[in-house]
């Protein structure tokens, strides 16, 4: 009989202890909830995050190539809570993605038929690693302009931790304003709160420049987007807004 592969080994030892983690009666509701198309065993978000957390620290020495591998053998079959840790292990170790992964990281975004897994992939994953390698953003544009909602809803998003950051946000509201401004028609509920998301996370620091952007834009912007745009805004200048998109 053939040797088990580490990847392979490490996978079924994570699958085994999802079993352990299944709360009864969850996966039917959730699969319910995300319109999955995935198998679900019900394991609660905290639960998964905890088990990716606890893997990481049992293998601090694990390599690039031994990760990529793993997430590999983790999506292979179609369970919602494989899939999630999967994403939550390179979530972890960012540290050891480089730009050449960029091509892995589109497969499992378009391989994604959940906001649920766009959400752990695009900016816990590609969104820390566009701030460290600013060449990807030729992908991520390409990526938001993708007819795909997930594809484009995984662009989207990849551009929140930059804006979440004040000394980035200088360098990167331009880039996402740029990205954004032709999708403010899609009518997507995804795409439309996930600009509205972004742009939120600008006001943070910038909520000038976040406002400026919306203003002439507000006879293109949708009611959801701006709603959540104009959230952490002070008052006045949220209702001043809404006010002026209901004109």
Known sequence: MSAIRPAEFHAQALRTALDRHAVPGRAAGEKRYLRSD????GVPLPALRKLARSFVRSHRELTHDELMALVVELWKRPVHEARSVALILLDHRVDLLRTEDTAFLERLLRDCGTWAHVDLLAPFVVGRLLLREPGMSGAVRRWAADEQQWVRRGGVLSF?????????HPRWFP????VADPLLT???FF????????LREGTGHHPRQVADWLEPRLH?????????AVRRLDEQERRRLLAAHHA
Not at 175 to 178: I, L, N, Q, R
Not at 191 to 198: L, N
Request: proline share 3%.
């Open 220 to 228: 293109r912007v949708s009611g959801l987007t701006l709603r959540e």
């Open 186 to 188: 899609d009518d997507r």
């Open 175 to 178: 880039v996402f304003g740029e």
């Open 38 to 41: 995935l198998d679900h065993i």
């Open 191 to 198: 795409v439309r709160k996930a600009i509205g998301w972004v």
């Open 160 to 168: 929140l931790p930059a804006l979440r950051q004040e000394a980035e």
